[in-house]
């Protein structure tokens, strides 16, 4: 919090500072020996046949669940009855137990196979609002974004050495902050970073000034703030100073409708693609355009003949995802189809389960699900579940089922953090429930607008 403090009482040009010193320190991160040998390993497994990375997949996840038996209490626990050695192909993952959020959120000290100090943290917020925090290797953070990198790449563009503009959630924009400078600069990856908080439509062409300014060969983020762009660039007759190489749209489900109007007004391919913060396989859209669900990443299959997904990941040793019920949903391609690109992986038809909607912040701002789940990132393990219902522009009932942990500090920062994404003049009434119904759909519905129709 003081650096944030900090942060928010420096001038702009100083807050670039910090924000490049900051990414300075990420790009340390993740981009280290393990990326680099990872990249090589990428190249040769794009050439591998189907046989070939369905081996490497089968040896991956044997490689996985030797581990968490010898090293997480939890999984060790969860399979006392099960033999390991019994486990002859990746169909025989089903004989072990479905891990849901709520299990990893009560057993997480015991799940985590790693020391915290020297390891990475990643805290998740999720669109049911459960709030968790993972621990991840090093060699993980670097694999993941090998994989990342090298799905960019496969698409024409080099990260870090190519400029890019990142539509994101972070609070890189000061609540009291009155200039329309509306994102800040990380010079070392030459990343642009856009707060998706003020998205007016009285600021929106302060966002179209800087992208003509800055001209990104790619641009990235939440796909709602990219097509709000678009769509006011479209409406308005905007002329752009600049075309993107491709749009890296992420966290939301990527509608057609979306889909088109991004590539209409910026004359590019947009590129889906699909992980989370806790560390699921990867699902990348290759330049044919299809959707490989990357099997050297993890595995992925269908609960009980739906289309909800449960996750294994390869690449988070330090809090390992196994049968992992993330709450997202993919429709597969049939089996024997294959892609012109060459990389032999099943396909998806389509990602399901991150349905676009959103709240206002007190000057009429859209304030999407993703920016909205990122609020539960900086809040302790505390809360179970919660909802936002927003009944006023200027109001906002936020119900939480909590643990007996829960206190009147993580009560007051959670405020913090709805009023610097909403606004310091947002009233939040919170409440604090033993149970928040299920909507129809029998989803769990992280936020309600009741505003929209009216506003």
Known sequence: MKFQYIYDHSPIFFQNFMTSVYGYSLKRTRYGKYYHEHMQLLNKLHSYSKEQLQAYQFEEMMKLLRYVNEHSKFYNELYKNINIDDIKAIEDIKK???????????????????????????????????????????????????????????????????????FMGKHIVPPNQKKKVFWRYNKPIKQMLYSSFHLTEENIPYYIGSLNDFKPVAIDGFVSSIYEIAFYIKRKNVKLKFQPKVIFPTAETLTEDYRQTIEEVFNCNVRNQYASSEGAPFVWECEYGNLHYDITTGVIENDDNSNEVLVTSFL??????????????????????????????????????????????????????????????????????????????????????????????????????????????????IEIVDEIPRGKSGKHRLIVNKVEKNF
């Not at 060699?139 to 993941?144: H, L, N, P, S, V």
């Not at 990342?148 to 503009?165: P, Q």
Request: aromatic share 8%; with cysteine; charged share 30%.
């Open 316 to 429: 988070n040793y330090g809090t390992p995802l196994i049968r992992y019920k993330i709450g997202d949903s993919m429709i597969f391609e049939d089996s024997s189809r294959r892609c012109e690109c060459g990389f032999n992986t099943p396909l998806i038809k389509s990602i399901e389960g991150r349905k676009v909607d959103y709240l206002y912040s007190t000057k009429g701002a859209k304030i999407n699900l993703g920016n909205v789940s990122n609020i539960f990132k900086n809040v302790p393990n505390t809360i179970i579940k919660a909802q936002l219902i927003q009944d006023k522009i200027d109001h906002l009932i936020v119900k939480i089922a909590v643990d007996n942990n829960f206190s009147l500090k993580h009560k007051d920062l959670l405020i913090d953090e709805i009023k610097h994404k909403f606004g310091n003049d947002m009233k939040v009434d």
């Open 96 to 166: 072990l137990p479905i891990v849901t959020k709520e299990m990893l959120r009560k057993s997480i000290e015991d799940v985590i196979t790693i020391p915290k100090k020297g390891a990475v943290a990643d805290h998740t917020g999720g669109t049911t609002g459960k709030s968790l925090i993972v621990y991840n290797r090093v060699e993980d953070i670097q694999k993941r974004m090998a994989v990342l990198d090298f799905f960019k790449l496969k698409n024409g563009f080099e990260n870090i050495k190519m400029k890019k503009a990142t």
